[in-house]
């Protein structure tokens, strides 16, 4: 069952308002990752407080970098069933997992972070992180 949408309102803003383009649907998911052109950032957002509390400011820290995608996606586990399972299977062989992050260039993934690389880190680890990963794909 889904989480109800007051919960996750908030979790979805806070990439929403930073350019990210929500996928609600596997079509839109299909109709995105693969026909992208250039660089995509996929965040596979969560409610999960001890990995996507500072999964979401870390990628905000990142995108205040000089090199960043050249598109912004989301995707929310946990509430957007079909959609995330859909994304899930471009981040293959990746198992599912949590938040996560996802960065496609022309279509193919060239990194992807797993949930058990975000936890535990604070959220200028992963904004640095991702900043050194724009740097050499983007």
């Known amino acids: 069952m889904p989480y109800p949408e007051y919960i996750c309102a908030p979790m979805r803003e806070e990439l929403t308002t930073v350019g990210f383009e929500e996928l609600k649907t596997p079509e839109q998911v299909d109709q995105t990752i693969p026909n992208s052109k250039g660089t995509l950032l996929l965040v596979l957002n969560s409610v999960c407080g001890c990995a996507a509390g500072t999964a979401r400011p870390g990628i ?65 680890m992963i904004g640095e992180h991702l900043k050194e990963t724009f740097e050499e794909y983007c």
Not at 69 to 93: H, I, N, S
Not at 117 to 124: N, P, Q, V
């Open 60 to 124: 905000k820290i990142a995108l205040q970098g000089s090199k960043k995608p050249d598109k912004l996606a989301t995707v929310f586990a946990g509430q957007d069933l079909e959609a995330t399972a859909e994304a899930r299977k471009f981040t293959m062989p990746y198992p599912p997992s949590s938040p996560s992050i996802a960065l496609f260039k022309d279509g193919k993934l060239v990194h992807f972070i797993e949930r058990h690389h975000i936890e535990g880190r604070s959220a200028e």
